[in-house]
């Protein structure tokens, strides 16, 4: 994929779960804490995790839509 196209569903997603999976695995005696990234600057206020939080809460209520 050419670096100026915009980057697919599917490609954000993949990309929210390792920002996730790098928050969460990062501090195995109290998870969710900062340092996951290096974006994280302060206790509650990383950009990068609530972009990956928001991709993620989009994607499932696309998924359990009633139809």
Same mark, same amino acid.
């Given at each position: 994929?050419?670096? %100026?196209? *915009?980057?697919?569903?599917?490609?954000? !997603?993949?990309?929210?779960? &390792?920002?996730?999976?790098?928050?969460?695995?990062? /501090?195995? %005696?109290? *998870?969710?804490?900062?340092?996951?990234? !290096?974006?994280?600057?302060? &206790?509650?206020?990383?950009?990068?995790?609530?972009? /990956?939080?928001?991709?993620?809460?989009?994607?499932?209520?696309?998924?359990?839509?009633?139809?």
């Amino acid at each position: 994929m050419p670096i %100026d196209e *915009p980057a697919s569903k599917a490609t954000e !997603l993949f990309t929210a779960k &390792r920002v996730l999976d790098a928050h969460w695995t990062r /501090a195995l %005696d109290r *998870p969710w804490r900062i340092g996951g990234c !290096l974006e994280c600057q302060g &206790r509650n206020d990383c950009p990068q995790l609530d972009w /990956a939080i928001e991709v993620t809460a989009e994607a499932a209520a696309l998924m359990f839509q009633k139809r």
